[in-house]
């Protein structure tokens, strides 16, 4: 079930991934070989179509590539604090887009919501594919990926993270100027191609 203020657009991505995997041999993939891939607010819809895609019964996913994703909503974290004037996403950013995606919901208590947006709430994260967490040290998510990785791998899931002490949030954006972004998009990959060639 999605949250009101959603209307329904999660359910659109759980929709995209059961039709690629019913038509990945048409379109010349393997419909065993599927990962879910996202940044920022798509890591957080990657980590929800991963839940969706193990709770509703496929397709398998072989892997979950997060790159500094929000999700746990919890904006009393220690990276939200440190890094509430970072460069590209600082507090008013974070207010702003929180304002025009959830404009009715309250997330002062981030426990209470559902995993359809804080995916780190399941109360069983195990049989999810392996992540790989990218973070950045200058970013108020930060702690968000430090803190699902944990999650992820108390649950027994392989959990990989790598935060970059050099980086500020939205850092794959910038790999094709910045050789430390282009390094730390490239581990990412690299995690990405291992488990879809295992």
């Known amino acids: 079930m999605y949250p009101a203020g959603l209307d329904g657009r999660l359910q659109y991505y759980d929709e995209a991934l059961q039709w690629a995997a019913q038509n990945a041999a048409e379109l010349g ?105 990218g973070t950045a040290e200058h970013d108020p998510l930060r702690d968000d990926g430090a803190c699902y990785a944990k999650l992820l791998s108390a649950a027994g899931v392989q959990a990989e993270l790598s935060n970059e002490p050099t980086l500020v949030h939205g850092y794959v954006s910038f790999a094709s100027v910045i050789p430390a972004a282009a390094e730390a998009t490239e581990r990412g990959l690299a995690a990405l191609h291992k488990a879809l060639r295992a």
């Open 29 to 133: 993939g393997d419909p065993s070989r599927i990962a879910v891939a996202g940044d920022s607010a798509g890591g957080n819809l990657a980590a929800v179509t991963a839940l969706l895609a193990r709770d509703n019964g496929g397709p398998a996913l072989r892997f979950q590539l997060l790159w500094y994703p929000t999700v746990t909503a919890d904006l009393s974290l220690p990276s939200h604090a440190e890094n509430a004037t970072a460069p590209i996403l600082d507090h008013e950013v974070i207010d702003a887009f929180l304002s025009w995606y959830l404009p009715d919901l309250d997330i002062t208590d981030p426990r209470a919501l559902p995993t359809t947006l804080a995916p780190a709430n399941a109360d069983d994260l195990s049989g999810l594919p392996p992540a790989y967490i």
